[in-house]
């Protein structure tokens, strides 16, 4: 176990040199203004004045009415134009030219003037889609519960906080518990702020999130010195409860990015938080499996050395996980005046 720790926390530091969130999918939003006039929104994930080398590619039947505005807002290049386009997409392809050389999606959405909304998802092994007629609510679920697994795996600082929870839960029933106020929380959060119910700016909710990560691994080094029972110790969900709130406020302004189809909110919500859930539980399951197969190892050196690697490794893994969650706390700070 010891030796996955490290290498873990390692990666977790180079995979998160930049920022948690640098793998929000792409979004493309088309909105049927006028009789075959459609209004066209293209969000593609951005950093500074850097931006993802991802561009749409309309079917030739689509002629652009209105020049292009773009500019870069909130980590996103952000592009809207107007196009003429007699067909209404159904049935036609659109490509994202260098979607294949990224890690990311693209959601599609289309609304037309009779309500009827189709929605599709480009990725990276298929950077091509085929619009339908419409949606139905079946569309809808696949689509946002795929982006609720890719968001978890993908959002470093989440994962992150949920290792620092196993750490500090230790025994099984305890982790589960823990596990379980988290989900409770972030859910609560996720569908009010989504909602709209609560607001909360994005860049201190990302700073904070990143707060309760070298919080939480400060208490695991606590709770290794000898008498230290602290409320954190004793009740780990607790501590999950509280910060879980606030991690669902990242989740929703994820989820914001992209938007929610109008006609099947409560669904493309649900399956969202379904799929974050999902993925939640295969990176714990994930940690639980390694730490069944590496325990084995460590017990042997346990009785070949007379040593215990689980003790020095803990203690590598807090100030691992504390030093990543201080950068990226440090350098959200300094973007709010960015």
């Known amino acids: 176990m010891s030796r996955f720790l ?25 909105t049927e203004v006028a009789p075959e006039v459609y209004s066209v929104l293209w969000k593609a994930p951005a950093m500074g004045s850097l931006r993802l080398a991802i561009y749409p590619r309309l079917p ?17 290049y952000v592009e809207r134009w107007k196009v003429h386009a007699p067909k209404g997409f159904a049935a036609e392809t659109i490509r994202f030219e260098g979607l294949p050389e990224t890690r990311t999606d693209v959601l599609v959405r289309i609304e037309r003037l009779s309500g009827e909304v189709s929605t599709a998802r480009a ?6 889609v085929i619009i339908p007629a419409a949606t139905g609510w079946q569309q809808v679920a696949v689509a946002y519960v795929s982006l609720g697994v890719e968001h978890i795996l993908f959002g470093i600082d989440h994962l992150l906080f949920v290792l620092a929870l196993i750490l500090l839960a230790r025994s099984w029933s305890s982790v589960a518990v823990t596990i379980t106020a988290f989900t409770l929380a972030h859910s609560i959060t996720l569908g009010a ?17 990143a707060l309760s990560i ?33 991690h669902g406020l990242g989740f929703a302004g994820a989820l914001s990015e992209v938007g929610l189809p109008n006609h099947a909110i409560p669904v493309a919500l649900l399956f969202f938080n379904i799929g974050v859930e999902l993925g939640q539980l295969a990176f714990t399951a994930g940690v639980f499996l390694t730490f069944a197969i590496l325990g084995r190892l460590s017990l042997a050196l346990i009785r070949s050395q007379g040593s215990d690697p689980h003790a020095w490794a803990r203690v590598v893994a807090a100030y691992s996980i504390g030093g990543v969650a201080s950068f990226w706390l440090i350098d959200r700070i300094g973007g709010f005046w960015a």
């Open 193 to 209: 702020a989504t909602l709209g119910y609560m607001h909360v700016p994005g860049p201190p909710v990302e700073a904070v999130i």
């Open 6 to 30: 490290l290498i873990l926390c390692v990666t977790l530091a180079f995979a998160g040199r930049a920022h948690a969130h640098d793998l929000k999918p792409a979004y493309l939003a088309m």
């Open 123 to 128: 990725t990276a092994a298929s950077p091509s």
């Open 214 to 246: 070298v919080l939480v691994a400060a208490e695991i080094l606590k709770s290794r010195q000898a008498g230290e029972q602290s409320l954190a110790a004793r009740m780990p969900w607790l501590v999950a409860f509280a910060f879980g709130l606030l």
């Open 60 to 76: 030739e039947s689509a002629t652009e009415t209105k020049p292009r505005v773009g500019a870069v807002l909130n980590d996103a």
